[in-house]
């Protein structure tokens, strides 16, 4: 990679994973590098910054897809998909030049973790993919009068997609939604398909009746299995950390 | 002996007859808080597919669904079925002999809460014991009722753990199995004497028959290659024992458990340190449990499962206990000083693991990074690998780390009580029962690398 041009440009995107992809083709095709990727609607415009916008374009992204997981292996394409989720600043860049360099090495690139754009990739994927894990267990549905079930999340990652698709495995036959508080985004399952789309175009009716049976015996389990001579609350806040305490039934 | 049977029968009888009017909050206080002590939380090792658009899966790594105020995690909604008991272990709250209030749930009660919690994803699914009520056989029968309104009737798919009920006939454990994802027999005291003592109705053969029974099963399931057999146990067993209440050394305890493991393939052995509840001649009296130990147990166990270590290696008749300051390993490694350093560059695999501090994910990586290029010190604290122990064991490319020049145990064992010492002082135990495969998952290899081993 050594032999690719380091171009003076910003190179602007609508922040889909798509969208993404299409810069990664371009960037290969031309054997360039910008110096920085941004989203378009949060960027700030600055007077030293030439800017370019990238459509994004399906057919481009499919290809790359394609050639990430034939040339450099599928566990690329899962570090690529989860690094890109993460909420790290900066991520486009260590994953455009982690994917670059891997058509070059092939599969191999994921050994090299002394490489730090490698390093921060492998790191980036393992922090969403925790948080996922993490809040399949914390997330929290509530049982509305509608025969919807409805879980608010406040994750720091935009892992909706990824958790969501746990949900439909183990819940194939229910309707449910949920919210990403943090982006404002939901992920709407009717039992078929899902959508993801804003919480704007959403409105949430009020809880059903059992629900607060429900909730009280919850709180009362959780209380109820506390062993008091083995108190340890420090543990507790490491794996349950304060961050995700607002969207518990029962808040510790 | 004969009357005093007669009379805890009609107490339960007609406690059983009281507690129908009580509403669920009081039967789930009552039921979870005996259930509370059972250590296993685990929601692993089961792939059930969600089936014919039933409700749930499992999820082979398992899913923590909480923690509770004492750092144990929530997978299960762990339950006894009824407190009301016919037996009077000594160690046990709910024995016969003790005042506490009883309860006993109904099936439709047991299965209404489980699918409505997993729905709301409290749980990941259901782990289920009970006292004596009547009988072992009657009590068997109540569970596997519970059981299979919650399999067939509401196509729940989600982790069922049932115990089995000690002295209950074989007749009945094979229909259970074939529900369940894992099923316990809990031994609880680690010795016949200790048995004998202490749970004087329950009988050694009244625990190992069943468990030996599972195990076959388990064994012969696992043969079956027919594309319609029904699984039995798929998610394996376990027991647990109580560390504490009898006086059985580390070794003796650990022993047990390789046995267990090796003749019974069991899953997983948990242990319990002991909590004084009840006043017995017969038990000591515990300011508070010895959690210290029952976490070097834990960790011993580990290095029996993952490390490739034998009981007879780490502890013997000279040294029977574990080292309060000490994991075990650091501890069996200053005993085996003539063993070091290791040279990184150039071991295998299985000795690269009996360096202190050098887990399983941290041994997979040296392996997998040394192919490309030899590892000083700086290229291993690049890879992850944490150096606080390992150090004093090692060395890369011949080199001893920076200030180690003297490799002598005195000095070793100074420098590590010392770090261990300011360790101490706020006392974290990791909470090692959510992992569980046999192979390391993921979450394993994590806490191998981040924990003590
Ligand atoms: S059988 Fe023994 S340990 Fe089990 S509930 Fe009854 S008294 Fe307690």
């Given amino acids: 990679m050594s032999n690719w041009k380091l171009i003076n440009k910003t190179y602007l995107y609508d922040g889909s994973f798509y969208g993404f992809l299409t810069i990664v083709f371009d960037s290969y095709l031309t054997k360039t590098l910008p110096q920085k990727i941004c989203k378009k609607n949060t960027y700030l415009s600055n007077f030293l910054d030439t800017t370019i916008e990238i459509e994004t374009n399906l057919e481009k992204a499919q290809r790359i897809l394609n050639g990430i997981e034939k040339n450099i292996g599928s566990d690329t394409l899962y570090n690529t998909y989860y690094a890109f989720l993460s909420n790290e600043k900066n991520k486009e860049f260590n994953i455009l030049k982690y994917l670059c360099n891997g058509f070059i090495v092939g599969p191999k690139i994921n050994h090299n973790l002394t490489t730090s754009y490698v390093f921060k990739v492998v790191s980036m994927r393992k922090k969403t993919l925790s948080e996922c894990h993490k809040l399949k267990g914390l997330l929290r549905f509530q049982e509305l009068s509608n025969n919807l079930s409805y879980a608010s999340i406040h994750p720091d990652n935009n892992i909706l997609e990824p958790l969501g698709h746990h949900f439909i495995k183990r819940f194939a036959s229910m309707n449910f939604v949920i919210c990403d508080k943090n982006r404002d985004i939901c992920f709407v399952y009717n039992t078929k398909e899902y959508k993801i789309i804003h919480s704007q175009n959403i409105c949430i009716p009020n809880i059903s009746e059992d629900e607060k049976k429900y909730q009280e015996l919850w709180k009362l389990f959780f209380k109820t299995i506390f062993i008091s001579e083995r108190n340890n609350p420090r543990c507790q806040m490491q794996f349950m950390p304060k961050k995700y305490w607002q969207d518990l039934i029962e808040k510790p | ?453």
């Fill in chain 2, 1 to 453: 002996m004969f009357d005093f049977f007669v009379f805890c029968d009609i107490i339960s009888t007609n406690v059983w007859f009281v507690v129908k009017k009580m509403d669920i909050i009081d039967k789930l206080k009552i039921l979870a808080d005996s259930a509370k002590y059972d250590a296993s939380c685990s929601s692993s090792g089961s792939s059930r597919k969600n089936k014919n658009r039933g409700i749930g899966n499992g999820n082979v790594s398992g899913i923590c669904h909480s923690w509770s105020n004492d750092g144990r995690c929530i997978s299960l909604l762990k339950i006894l079925f009824s407190n009301c008991c016919i037996y009077d272990c000594k160690y046990c709250i709910n024995r016969c002999t003790n005042t506490v209030r009883r309860a006993t749930f109904t099936p439709r009660e047991v299965a209404d809460l489980t699918i409505n919690f997993y729905k709301r994803n409290y749980i990941e699914g259901l782990f289920l014991s009970s006292a004596v009520i009547k009988s072992p056989n009657y009590t068997m029968e109540l569970l596997i009722r519970t059981i299979s309104i919650l399999r067939n009737e509401y196509h729940f798919n989600g982790y069922i753990h049932c115990k089995t009920i000690p002295g209950c006939s074989k007749e009945l454990i094979d229909p259970l199995g074939k529900l369940v994802d894992r099923m316990s027999v809990n031994i609880e005291l680690p010795s016949h004497n200790s048995l004998k003592l202490l749970a004087p109705q329950k009988e050694k053969d009244g625990i190992l028959t069943p468990m030996t029974y599972i195990s076959n099963g388990i064994k012969q399931n696992k043969l079956d290659k027919s594309k319609f057999k029904i699984d039995f146990v798929p998610a394996g067993q376990t027991t647990q024992l109580i560390i504490g209440a009898t006086p059985e050394s580390d070794l003796k305890i650990l022993k047990l458990s390789e046995g267990l493991y090796q003749k019974l393939n069991l899953k997983r052995v948990y242990y319990s340190a002991y909590i004084s509840i009840n006043n017995d001649k017969n038990l000591p009296t515990l300011k508070s449990p010895p959690l210290l130990r029952e976490n070097r147990l834990y960790q011993a166990d580990w290095l029996l499962r993952f490390y490739g270590f034998k009981a007879d290696e780490l502890l013997d008749d000279s040294h029977p206990n574990f080292n309060n300051i000490l994991d075990p390993k650091c501890d069996w490694a200053l005993r085996h000083i003539e063993q070091f350093p290791i040279e990184i560059n150039t071991a295998d695999y299985l000795t690269l693991l009996r360096i202190p501090g050098i887990g399983v994910i941290s041994a997979k990586k040296i392996i997998r990074a040394r192919r490309s290029f030899y590892l000083d010190f700086d290229s291993l604290k690049k890879l992850g690998v944490v150096l606080k122990r390992a150090k004093y064991f090692i060395t890369c490319k011949g080199k001893y780390f920076d200030k180690i020049c003297k490799f002598n145990e005195s000095f070793i064992e100074t420098n590590l009580i010392y770090q261990e010492r300011n360790n101490l002082k706020q006392p974290q135990f990791e909470q090692l029962s959510i992992f569980d495969s046999l192979q390391p998952t993921k979450e394993d290899k994590i806490k191998c690398l981040t924990g003590s081993l």
